[in-house]
Every structure is written in C-alpha cells, then in structure tokens.
C-alpha cells in the first residue's frame, strides 16, 4: 500500500493534467472561432463609399456657399439631391444584412446632430453676414468649402477605422 | 470588475457563434447569421429561440423593399454574458 499510494497519485495528476490540457485547447478553439464568425461578420459591413461621401460633401458645401450668397434658385434640386444620397446610404447599408454598432452612446450622437445643424445654419448666416456687410463675396464659398472637406474627412475617417477594425490593410 | 463566468447557455457551438456574431454589431439579418453558420433555418430557428427564451437576444421585424426581414440583437444581459463568457475561457487557456 505504502508503495502503490505515491503511483496513484502520480496517476492521478497526470489525468488531471491532460483533462486541463484537453479543457484548455477546447477553450483556445472556441476563442478562435469567436475571432473567425467576429471577422466574418465586420467584413460585411459595408463602409460609406468613399466616392459617395465626396458628393455628399460637395452637394452640402455648394449648398452652404450658394445659400450664403442668397442664391435660392438651386435650392431645391440640392436638398432632393441629398435625400438621395442620405436614402442610398440607408439602403445601401439595411440590404447588406448587418448593421454595425454605434461607438457614441445615444446621448452623443443625439447632441453631435444638434450640433451639426446648428453648425448647418451657422454656416449660412456667417457666410450671408460676411458677404452683405463687408462684401467678402469668396466667404460663403470659403464656408463651403471648408464644410465639404469636414464631411470628406469625417467619411474618409470612418473608413480607415473600418479597415483597422477588419484588419484590411488600406 | 466582475469574475469571468461560464455560461452553458451560450458555449454551445452555433449558441456561441450567434453571440460572437452579433456582440460586434449592432443588429444582424436572420439570412446573414444563417450564411455565416452554414446552418438550415430550422436549426438556426432553434437556438435563437433558446437564446430568447433566457433575454440573451431579442429580434424585431421591418421591411426591406417590401420584404419582411428579421433583425436579431444582443440585450445587455446577452452582451454581458458573452463577454464574461469570453474571459472565462481566456482564463482557462491563460492558466494551462
């Protein structure tokens, strides 16, 4: 008994060991299969087009240059124009089947809206002041130039994030 | 922080690959979550419906060019659980 008892326990330990050798090595095949689905489904996620982003950009900074100049007559074809692109976007994105998580919370996206617009028309009224009261006639397209190349940065932005987050190298 | 717990709920193979699947997104469609686990809809129907049972995810309707389309998403009780699953088994192959 003396003898057999520290065989036993030798035993025992290895049985214990490779269990733990077996548990783990289902684990780490688990945790690979998380990172493989998790990868799969990022790459779904259809980015922005870049080529889409511009327009938009150049369709929003024409319209805050011309309405900072008071010309009303595009008006119209601009604001139809952009629900357009903002529709193709939307629908570009649900026909994909995967919609990718927001980084703001609600909260911050809700007070990044407001801010945008209030930037929209801080845009037009500065550039309609400066125009009108000290004959700056290169200020509203100055305004909406700037507003365009905002916009371009924020998609192109959003797109290298995409790309570190599905590891494509851009 | 909170210790990392193993959920059976969730370790089950296509279970778990749902949660990883959705944990990144914000919702994903009934067919994209089918395509990626190479399962039938029934089988897939199935564990959703487990999922559900125990408020891990949740699913809401709309149409997509005048099709009905199924939206699944992760509640905060899912997202939890899938992640303190995920640091359990970091755990288990951090401690071999």
């Not at chain 1, 077996?22 to 095949?29: G, L, R, V």
């Not at chain 2, 199935?46 to 995810?57: A, R, V």
């Amino acid at each position: 008994m003396y003898i057999w008892f520290p065989i036993w326990k030798v035993i025992n330990f290895c049985t214990m060991t490779n269990k733990k050798h077996i548990q783990s090595k289902k684990a780490q095949e688990a945790l690979d299969s998380i990172n493989k689905i998790q990868q799969a489904g990022l790459k779904r996620v259809l980015p922005t087009p870049v080529w889409l982003g511009a327009m938009l950009g150049i369709l929003v900074g024409t319209q805050i240059a011309l309405l900072g100049a008071e010309i009303r007559t595009y008006n119209t074809i601009l604001i139809v124009l952009i629900l357009i692109m903002v529709i193709t976007i939307i629908n570009k994105t649900q026909s994909v089947g995967v919609v990718e998580r927001m980084m703001l919370s609600k909260r911050a996206i809700i007070i990044s809206l407001i801010c945008i617009v209030l930037l929209y028309f801080l845009a037009i009224i500065s550039g309609q002041y400066l125009n009108r009261h000290y004959g700056y006639y290169w200020a509203p397209v100055a305004i909406g130039a700037f507003f365009t190349f905002g916009i371009w940065s924020l998609i192109i932005g959003a797109y290298q994030l995409y790309n570190k987050r599905t590891n494509i190298p851009s | 922080m909170e210790d990392s717990k193993f959920d059976v709920m969730i370790h089950a193979p296509n279970r778990l690959q749902i949660c990883a699947l959705l944990a990144p997104l914000d919702q994903v469609e009934f067919r994209v979550i089918r395509e990626e686990l190479g399962v039938s809809d029934s089988v897939l129907s199935k564990h959703i419906k487990q999922l559900e049972d125990i408020g891990y995810i949740k699913q809401k309707k709309n149409k997509v060019n005048g099709r009905a389309r199924r939206w699944f998403y992760l509640t905060a009780s899912g997202r939890r659980a899938f992640e303190l699953h995920v640091q359990e088994l970091k755990r288990i192959v951090s401690n071999m």
